[in-house]
């Protein structure tokens, strides 16, 4: 199969989605033996290329029963199974911590508040959303990361309409039933990625992505984030990692339909 390469791209140049499914891949490093689950194109091929670079023992499922023993997978050529996950056994996964969620957001706070629920007043919203869903399960089972495809003051607001996924604030005030197992790793936009490593647990500007500046993430953000002195640059895939991206597990180019540059 000859892999579709953007116009934009070369043999050694990555395009914003690669530098995306990195960034996302990253979240999962160092987790061992856990269960990625992911929302999102972009998500789900970061799981994969970290099961084929640094997080060999990552598990991988097709999004609903199946776990995959391999992931080199697309729709066209679905990966093998090795193993059968029905619903119960999923959520004992989640709620004894072996998950690690990459989960999308309507709306986002400074302290990691989620909301997928709906936009605005919730007793007569202006937009109704997916719902909660397992999102404050999630937040207070096992590690979450977020994935933002547009990043703008629309999704990074002030104060969330609706909790759906609980954030640091939500999760110190409820105490130790809701924080014991609290972790929000990290978010990962268009633009840059964020994490919570402050004393506040604020989410901080981690890094930037290639082009991209930091005023520019500052002023597509509705609130103020903490910024290091120093805000490195988000890596690019390495060579062998876009040969990955673009020849085994995302020949047609799927990822550059979910982020636009």
Known sequence: MTARVPAAADATRATRAEVCVVACAEAWRGDGEVLAATAGTVPALGARLARLTFSPRLLLTDGEAMLLSTPESTPE?????EGWLPYRK????AARGKRHMMMGASQLDR??????????DRARPRRQL???RGAPSNTVNHPVSYWVPRHSRR???PRVDTVSGVGYDRAAEAGPAA???????RVVTDLAVFDFATPDHRMRLASVHPGVSVAQVCEQTGFEPAVPGQVPVTREPTREELRLLREVLDPHGSRDREVRT
């Open 90 to 93: 999923h959520l004992s996964l």
């Open 111 to 120: 302290y990691g508040n989620q909301n997928i629920s709906c936009i605005g």
């Open 77 to 81: 050529d679905p990966a093998p199974v």
């Open 130 to 132: 997916l719902g909660a």
């Open 179 to 185: 924080a014991r197992f609290h972790e929000l790793r």
């Open 155 to 157: 999704v990074f607001v």
